[in-house]
């Protein structure tokens, strides 16, 4: 059993803390500012008041606090030199707070051992996408997340105002390309429309002559481009173009399109509204010749459970391996990079 401290309470925080207890671990202290935001354990409202004791029984440390704030905590968790795992949420650090993330790492918070949040980045059948098909014959991606989130942020959900639309889900998307393409690569700006609420953003490969669009929506607006949407998810009511407010329902699709009609979609809760089905954690392939869908494969699978058992294995002790490190540090700023570059206009 792992003992699991929060730092941040909010949805995220308290959606972990739930995998964390469903998994038989325990979820052993808490530190929010708000009083209110409570997980059930011992509770602080600052870092500092937590007794030396406590640091010691912690195995674990989930930082999910609001984004302006990760920098400053993870030096107050390195100044109480802790010696177990911080899992750091999504965005890791604001845009212009990169570099400084890095000098940080390189000097006083170079014994923090970082797990890098990314619930996308471990999805067996998308690893398996490349022995699967001939991604040789890849000419288009098209990526989609989209929610209605208004009544989210009316009822005060944390909103990163510096990435804005693109802190949602854009880091999701980028990840799900990358496992497709695997091998490091680089793209330019097609086309760039980044609104309040929506953003869509055409990529060019040119080494692979590769299209890779990415379309989220925070005001339910479907980008949908092929198929008909009842197809694609058969059991919501897709009529309306857009995503009614206060509906649970993530329009949330990957497809790859190869050179004549073959293309393959990633459907991910296809299932949404079916009651006899666990529909959140169950997610499908659609194979498609044209606009007619040949063949369908679903499959199981918890992202956050599964990033859960990945930072518990993470704990496991392991040989200094400067490398590593490193290469993980770069692959998970490289998508902040990129997404900051979105809203600068440029990469």
């Not at 009083?35 to 930082?63: A, F, N, T």
């Not at 750091?88 to 845009?95: G, H, N, S």
């Not at 570099?99 to 059948?125: C, K, M, T, V």
């Amino acid at each position: 059993m792992v003992r699991v401290a929060f730092v941040g309470c909010g949805a995220m925080g308290s959606l972990y803390a739930q995998t964390f207890r469903k998994l038989g671990h325990e979820v052993y202290l808490s530190v929010d500012p708000r009083s209110e935001k409570q997980l059930g354990c011992h509770h602080y409202l600052r870092i500092h008041e937590i007794p030396d004791h406590r640091w010691r029984e912690i195995d674990l440390l989930v930082l999910s606090a609001p984004t302006d704030q990760h920098l400053t905590e993870l030096r107050r968790i390195a100044q109480r030199s802790f010696s177990g795992l911080v899992l750091l949420e999504k965005p890791y650090v604001l845009p212009h707070q990169i570099a400084e993330l890095r000098e940080f790492l390189q000097d006083e918070g170079r014994s923090l051992r970082l797990f890098f949040s990314d619930p996308y980045n471990q999805i067996p059948i998308i690893e398996n996408l490349s022995s699967l098909w001939n991604l040789a014959n890849l000419k288009r991606i098209d990526v989609e997340f989209s929610k209605n989130r208004l009544a989210d942020e009316a009822a005060g959900r944390f909103v990163d105002h510096d990435f804005g639309v693109l802190g949602y889900e854009y880091f999701h998307m980028l990840s799900i390309v990358g496992q497709v393409l695997r091998t490091p690569w680089r793209a330019e700006i097609k086309s760039l429309s980044i609104a309040a609420h929506r953003a869509d953003v055409l990529l060019r490969d040119p080494a692979r002559s590769l299209d890779i669009r990415l379309s989220s929506a925070m005001d339910g607006e479907i980008f949908q481009r092929d198929l008909h949407r009842a197809d694609v998810f058969p059991s919501a009511d897709l009529r309306s173009p857009s995503i009614a407010v206060g509906s649970a329902f993530r329009y949330r699709k990957a497809s790859f399109y190869f050179t004549g009609d073959e293309s393959i979609h990633l459907v991910f809760e296809r299932h949404f509204g079916n009651a006899e089905l666990d529909y959140k954690n169950i997610h499908s392939i659609l194979v498609c010749q044209g606009e007619r869908i040949t063949d369908v494969i679903d499959f199981h699978f918890h992202m956050l459970e599964r990033q859960v058992q990945n930072a518990i294995l993470a704990l496991r002790p392991s040989a200094p391996n400067a490398g590593a490190r490193e290469a993980k540090l770069r692959t998970a700023l490289d998508s902040h990079r990129m997404i900051h570059s979105f809203r600068e206009g440029h990469l």
